[in-house]
């Protein structure tokens, strides 16, 4: 079995189990054409069911399809049909050889086995497995019947019926109403208790019940701001980070400059401020040293005046 196929048929037995309830074994109804059609190719009939619901499964057989396999003896591989058959479970369809010298035919064996009291529905969870197309169309009418059948050598499940499909979807929207009416229940009783909270709240407070109250108010009103991310969080652009990497060199060397500028200007300011230190004012030795010069300056022009003379 491929394996597209095979999930197929999966997730349509999933779909049976869900909507109406099939579980492990399945029952297969099986019908006299089937067992002689998987003994002509070479199928083991029981193994090849379940790959095919993907599950165990528990074949079955019923009454007037064995007699019809018997009164088939002399055909042949008829022989070996019926030791297959014998392998499978017996159903008691109710029809027995003294009410019924001759088999009934496979269509109204299986639908009185299906569908006995005639109400459209499959009570026993039967999945029915016929080689006749005649079969399979009647089936198709009662809700949820699972069909199979072989062709070439391969057994195919046939997809879910259109009544079938619609029971489902009815069910699905049922459900899914129903979670609504929960979910809005839930809400309607936690805010009624809510509302019982605040009350027995107002009345414990008594006089002060208003001023609460309107305080509550208040608080609800109190709205916010729209929320945006948080700016530590976002990413920064990529344009504003190939600006930073090409100004960081920039930014690198114009604090350079700064720096050695600083240190000029810390080493020029002492430089200034040194002489305005060294200035002294000496008032009083200045004169004394300006009068002796004065006077040694003048002895000797007088004695060059008297020689002279």
Same mark, same amino acid.
């Given at each position: 079995?491929?394996?597209?196929?095979?999930?197929?048929?999966?997730?349509?037995?999933?779909?049976?189990?869900?909507?109406?309830?099939?579980?492990?074994?399945?029952?297969?109804?099986?019908?006299?054409?089937?067992?002689?059609?998987?003994?002509?190719?070479?199928?083991?009939?029981?193994?090849?069911?379940?790959?095919?619901?993907?599950?165990?499964?528990?074949?079955?057989?019923?009454?007037?399809?064995?007699?019809?396999?018997?009164?088939?003896?002399?055909?042949?591989?008829?022989?070996?049909?019926?030791?297959?058959?014998?392998?499978?479970?017996?159903?008691?369809?109710?029809?027995?050889?003294?009410?019924?010298?001759?088999?009934?035919?496979?269509?109204?064996?299986?639908?009185?086995?299906?569908?006995?009291?005639?109400?459209?529905?499959?009570?026993?969870?039967?999945?029915?497995?016929?080689?006749?197309?005649?079969?399979?169309?009647?089936?198709?009418?009662?809700?949820?019947?699972?069909?199979?059948?072989?062709?070439?050598?391969?057994?195919?499940?046939?997809?879910?019926?259109?009544?079938?499909?619609?029971?489902?979807?009815?069910?699905?929207?049922?459900?899914?109403?129903?979670?609504?009416?929960?979910?809005?229940?839930?809400?309607?009783?936690?805010?009624?208790?809510?509302?019982?909270?605040?009350?027995?709240?107002?009345?414990?407070?008594?006089?002060?019940? *208003? !001023?609460?109250?309107? @305080?509550? &108010?208040?608080?609800? $009103? +109190?709205?916010?701001?729209? =929320?945006? %991310?948080?700016?530590?969080?976002?990413?920064?652009?990529?344009?504003?980070?190939?600006?930073?990497?090409?100004?960081?060199?920039? *930014? !690198?060397?114009?604090? @350079?400059? &700064?720096?050695?500028? $600083? +240190?000029?200007?810390?080493? =020029?300011? %002492?430089?200034?401020?040194?002489?305005?230190?060294?200035?002294?004012?000496?008032?009083?030795?200045?004169?004394?040293?300006?009068?002796?010069?004065?006077?040694?300056?003048?002895?000797?022009?007088?004695?060059?005046?008297?020689?002279?003379?």
């Amino acid at each position: 079995m491929r394996g597209k196929r095979s999930k197929q048929y999966r997730k349509l037995m999933e779909q049976f189990s869900m909507t109406f309830g099939f579980r492990e074994p399945y029952q297969i109804l099986v019908d006299a054409e089937m067992v002689r059609d998987s003994c002509r190719f070479k199928m083991e009939l029981a193994p090849a069911l379940e790959r095919t619901v993907h599950g165990k499964a528990k074949p079955m057989i019923t009454q007037c399809e064995i007699r019809k396999l018997y009164a088939q003896n002399k055909e042949p591989g008829a022989h070996e049909a019926i030791e297959v058959a014998k392998t499978l479970e017996r159903r008691r369809c109710g029809h027995h050889p003294d009410q019924y010298p001759e088999p009934l035919s496979t269509q109204e064996c299986l639908h009185s086995v299906v569908d006995p009291k005639g109400t459209s529905q499959n009570k026993h969870r039967y999945v029915v497995a016929s080689q006749s197309q005649e079969v399979r169309k009647m089936l198709r009418g009662i809700k949820g019947v699972p069909l199979i059948y072989i062709k070439r050598s391969v057994m195919i499940l046939e997809p879910m019926a259109d009544e079938s499909v619609q029971v489902r979807a009815r069910e699905e929207r049922s459900k899914f109403r129903a979670e609504l009416r929960g979910s809005l229940g839930k809400r309607k009783r936690e805010d009624d208790d809510e509302d019982d909270k605040k009350d027995e709240k107002y009345k414990a407070a008594g006089s002060d019940g *208003k !001023a609460t109250q309107a @305080e509550d &108010k208040k608080k609800k $009103k +109190k709205g916010y701001g729209p =929320k945006g %991310p948080n700016p530590l969080a976002v990413q920064k652009a990529k344009k504003e980070q190939q600006q930073q990497k090409r100004d960081g060199p920039r *930014k !690198a060397a114009g604090s @350079e400059k &700064k720096g050695s500028e $600083k +240190k000029e200007s810390e080493k =020029k300011e %002492p430089e200034q401020e040194e002489p305005a230190k060294r200035k002294r004012r000496r008032k009083a030795k200045t004169s004394d040293a300006a009068t002796g010069e004065g006077e040694e300056s003048t002895a000797p022009i007088e004695a060059v005046a008297s020689a002279e003379s």
